[in-house]
Each structure stands twice: as structure tokens, then as C-alpha cells.
């Protein structure tokens, strides 16, 4: 079956650090992949995807940049967080087209 | 691109009423519409699904209702207890390689004992 991995679970980070966060996926080959922002009592912002390797569509400009150097792996990065950088971020995939998303557990990351 | 609408923000409801949610979306090139309810804490689950070739899809108490002209869809569920509290999202999708899925801005579901 498949599985979808996320981690650190907390992160809790100085502004201007970096930041790194990985999503890895099992039992499936080319997902699509994705990353999604919720900031506190707040919707599903998506922020980037990816229909395979090395092929990343941004979706709202910001200080973020995601990249995908394994089929089955998504990599969440900043050079230096901002405050506004908090958030629970989720990484999510689906097979195929008109299908669901399987979020992960999802990264809660406060920038302090 | 896609925007979709969702209404209201927050929803409380005597245990055993009905409840109902409803959203728009602006592209009428939409065909998937998924609804997802996230627990405080916890990763959004998808509950239900509908596509653009059915007017309705029920699951046990929750039904779905689409109507692809007015663009707009809902949620319901009936006999309401309490482990239907949380935030549910709609949301909508394109048909494309991408399959990327677009939300709606979510609604608090109380329900009162």
C-alpha cells in the first residue's frame, strides 16, 4: 500500500535560518506531489508541485523553493525564514488525474 | 485561475440536525470536486468525492450535490454527532496533467450536544 512520509513534526526556527523539510513517498511510482501552507485557523494554500523529477510549478511567489531530486521525494526549502513563514505545511500526492490528495502528517513550523 | 468559494466560515448545529455547506467555483473547466475534513491538529482527510458526470453521490450520511451550470456544489450531512466537529474544505479541480486541487477557505462544523 501506499504511504506518504513527513518530517519533523515540529520545527520550531529562528528568523533567518534555513529552513529544509522532506516528503517522501512509498508504494507507488511518478506521483504527483505537492506542497500546501494552512497558517493558524486559516485554508489550504498551495504553494508548489511537481508532475516529476526536477519539474516544480510554483504557485504564489514567496521566499519558499521546493525541489525533486527522486521520483518519490519532495524537498520544502528557504534560505532565510520570515515570521510570516509559520504554518502547518503539508505535503500531499495522487496517481493519476481526477483523484484525491493523501496529505501527509504535515510539518508545524513556527518562525520566532 | 481556479477560485473557489466557501460558505459559512462557521457552523454550529444541535446534535442529530442536519448541516450544510456550500461552495462555488469560477472555471467552468472543473470536473473533480473533493471534500475533506481535517480534525484540530490533524492532516485534512478526503470523505467524499464527486465528478462532473453526476448531479449526486451519497455515502452513508454525507452527500454531495453538484450543479455544474450555477457552478456551485455542497456538502450535507444529516443525524450529526459529535465526532462531525471539525473544519471541512471543498474543493475543485481541472482536469490537467497536474491534477492540482484548489480549496475552498473551510468551515468550522460544531456540533452541540
Known amino acids: 500500500s501506499q504511504t506518504i512520509h513527513q518530517w519533523p513534526a515540529t520545527l520550531v526556527q529562528p528568523v533567518g535560518s534555513p529552513l529544509s523539510l522532506e516528503c517522501t513517498v512509498e508504494g507507488t511510482s511518478n506521483p504527483n506531489l505537492y506542497w500546501y501552507r494552512q497558517a493558524a485557523g486559516r485554508g489550504l494554500q498551495l504553494l508548489f508541485y511537481?508532475?516529476?523529477?526536477?519539474?516544480i510549478s510554483s504557485e504564489v511567489p514567496q521566499n519558499l523553493s521546493a525541489s525533486r531530486p527522486q521520483d518519490r521525494q519532495f524537498i520544502l526549502s528557504s534560505k532565510k525564514l520570515l515570521l510570516s513563514d509559520s504554518g502547518f505545511y503539508l505535503c500531499a500526492w495522487s496517481v493519476g488525474l481526477l483523484y484525491g490528495y493523501t496529505f501527509g502528517s504535515g510539518t508545524r513550523l513556527t518562525v520566532v | 485561475g481556479e477560485n473557489v468559494e466557501q460558505h459559512p466560515s462557521t457552523l454550529s448545529v444541535q446534535e442529530g440536525d442536519s448541516a450544510v455547506i456550500k461552495c462555488t467555483y469560477s472555471?467552468?473547466?472543473?470536473?473533480?470536486f473533493p471534500w475533506y475534513k481535517q480534525e484540530l491538529g490533524k492532516r485534512p482527510q478526503l470523505i467524499i468525492d464527486?465528478?462532473?458526470?453526476?448531479g449526486e453521490k451519497k455515502d452513508q450520511r454525507i452527500a454531495v450535490t453538484l450543479n455544474k451550470t450555477a457552478k456551485h456544489f455542497s456538502l450535507h450531512i444529516t443525524e450529526t454527532q459529535p465526532e462531525d466537529s471539525a473544519v471541512y474544505f471543498c474543493a475543485a479541480s481541472v482536469y490537467s496533467s497536474a491534477s492540482k486541487i484548489i480549496f475552498g477557505s473551510g468551515t468550522r462544523l460544531s456540533i452541540r450536544p
Open positions: 472555471d467552468s473547466a472543473s470536473n473533480y
Open positions: 511537481s508532475v516529476g523529477i526536477g519539474q
Open positions: 464527486i465528478r462532473s458526470n453526476v
